[in-house]
């Protein structure tokens, strides 16, 4: 139990234009979910949480206009990367609050984005 | 001071050897503590979970956690080739309504067949 998933897996876009990312939680349902960005050789930094049904709540530094997140559902939240530029490329990785097994984070398998 | 301290490592150890991973903490309201295991390029897969001071121990991994000191480690026993990943070390609390963790930067573990 306790399953997350993402897609993509990859993505390679040109400067300036908008990506995408789903997360999923496939065999429960998540009131909250979290989206962290990882830097090579660096921790998982957190982003932002959503809920579902409401406004995001972005972390200190993090552009809210940018990374657009939706929560439109108990299973789906969507990261929107808007205008990405070269500095935005990084693994991106989402997480769903569950309560079973244990009460913590999933994570999802991670998206790579590389904007050229 | 970061809330979490973890030596990042690398640790490389010889196959069968007994690793110590170890992270200390400042916040006295992290309630949960936590073990993720991190291949190249994927996202963390949850090894241990805990809530309370003492030992839990899953097949050849076994977490404690020590309150009172701040301190939480992971052994694994008989380490294999396929136990080399980044090892995370996580604690939580509530804040908000939710569960928001707080991770360590990670140690690289790579055990030699």
């Known amino acids: 139990g306790a399953v997350v998933s993402q897609h993509p897996s990859r993505v390679i876009c040109k400067s300036g234009t908008s990506v995408k990312i789903e997360c999923r939680s496939l065999?429960?349902?998540?009131?909250?979910m979290f989206w962290y960005r990882q830097f090579p050789k660096q921790s998982l930094m957190l982003m932002a949480t959503?809920?579902?049904?409401?406004?995001?709540?972005?972390e200190q530094g993090v552009e809210k206009d940018k990374f657009l997140i939706n929560h439109a559902s108990l299973t789906l939240s969507t990261l929107t990367v808007t205008s990405a530029h070269p500095e935005d490329s990084s693994f991106y990785i989402c997480?769903?609050?569950?309560?079973?097994?244990?009460?913590?984070?999933?994570f999802g398998p991670g998206t790579r984005l590389l904007v050229l | 001071q970061k809330e979490v301290e973890q030596d990042p490592g690398p640790l490389s150890v010889p196959e069968g050897a007994i690793v110590s991973l170890n992270c200390t903490y400042s916040?006295?309201?992290?309630?949960?503590f936590m073990w993720y295991r991190q291949y190249s390029r994927k996202g963390p897969e949850l090894l241990m979970y805990?809530?309370?001071?003492g030992n839990k121990e899953d097949g050849r991994f076994t977490a404690q956690v020590d309150k009172s000191s701040k301190y939480i480690s992971l052994f694994i026993r008989d380490s294999q080739p396929s136990d080399s990943a980044t090892y995370l070390c996580?604690?939580?609390?509530?804040?908000?309504?939710?569960?928001?963790?707080?991770f360590g930067t990670g140690t690289k573990l790579q055990v030699i067949p």
């Open positions: 997480s769903a609050g569950a309560t079973a097994p244990e009460e913590t984070q999933y």
């Open positions: 065999d429960f349902q998540a009131t909250t």
């Open positions: 959503s809920n579902e049904g409401s406004k995001a709540t972005y």
């Open positions: 916040n006295s309201a992290f309630q949960y």
């Open positions: 805990t809530y309370s001071s």
């Open positions: 996580a604690m939580s609390s509530y804040s908000g309504g939710y569960q928001k963790v707080t």
